[in-house]
């Protein structure tokens, strides 16, 4: 299967305890996009990288949250001191962009669900 | 920011026709349209860039009217498997060009019964 790929699927942990997940994203996709999904909304946007390089991030991901893409393959997001209010289902998107930068199509993971108990 | 999405839920029976509307406040580059079943990632229906245009896919299409920063999803003699919640997904524009980063809408449950 040449799709995106999440892991962990289901993540359950306490408050206060750090957490880290890890994307893959289609092969030779040079953008990958983070999301954070709560139940009833619609995808926010969190991060995203082109190639190895974090591009923006948004005003709501705090100083708890860290994403990297080291080789500009998987990427990984961190979220330290979880908070109940953490709880969502993180999605992860990547895409395929020429040198023009134009609007891509993002294709979606499964999802890593957290639950911060 | 977030585009506002009508209706908030439709339930239909197989062979039914339905409209999705989706409506930014702000000038748009381009409009995604995504299909989510319960507990499942977000499947890539189409993209509508800013010029104003229609897509097809089969028996759902959709319209992208720049002007009015407004899109539509047609789906037409639905299948039990168009069941999901739609999201449009908005690329404001910024300088003329995309900022790549979608916000998307409210979202609209879409059930379709035997």
């Known amino acids: 299967d040449t799709g995106v790929s999440q892991n962990p699927r289901h993540k359950i942990t306490k408050r206060g305890q750090n957490v880290t997940f890890r994307c893959d994203p289609i092969s030779e996709h040079n953008r990958l996009y983070w999301y954070r999904q709560t139940l009833g909304q619609g995808p926010e946007f969190l991060t995203y990288f082109q190639n190895e390089a974090q591009l923006e991030k948004s005003r709501l991901l705090s100083d708890r949250f860290s994403a990297e893409r080291p080789k500009g393959s998987f990427s990984t997001l961190e979220i330290q001191r979880t908070e109940q209010g953490d709880s969502a289902m993180y999605l992860c998107?990547?895409?395929?962009?020429?040198?023009?930068?134009?609007?891509?199509?993002?294709?979606f993971g499964p999802g890593t669900r957290l639950t911060v108990l | 920011q977030q585009p506002v999405q009508s209706p908030q839920a439709v339930i239909l029976r197989e062979g039914e026709d339905a409209v999705i509307n989706c409506s930014s406040s702000k000038a748009l580059y381009s409009v995604h349209w995504y299909r989510q079943k319960h507990g499942e990632a977000p499947v890539f229906l189409m993209i509508l860039l800013k010029g104003g245009e229609q897509k097809g896919h089969e028996k759902i299409s959709a319209s992208f009217n720049e002007k009015k920063q407004q899109s539509s999803l047609y789906l037409t003699a639905s299948q039990l498997s168009y069941s999901g919640t739609y999201f449009c997904g908005t690329d404001i524009t910024k300088y003329g060009g995309a900022t790549n980063k979608l916000i998307f809408g409210t979202g609209t449950l879409l059930a379709v019964q035997p």
């Open positions: 998107a990547s895409s395929l962009v020429g040198t023009s930068g134009d609007t891509d199509t993002q294709y």
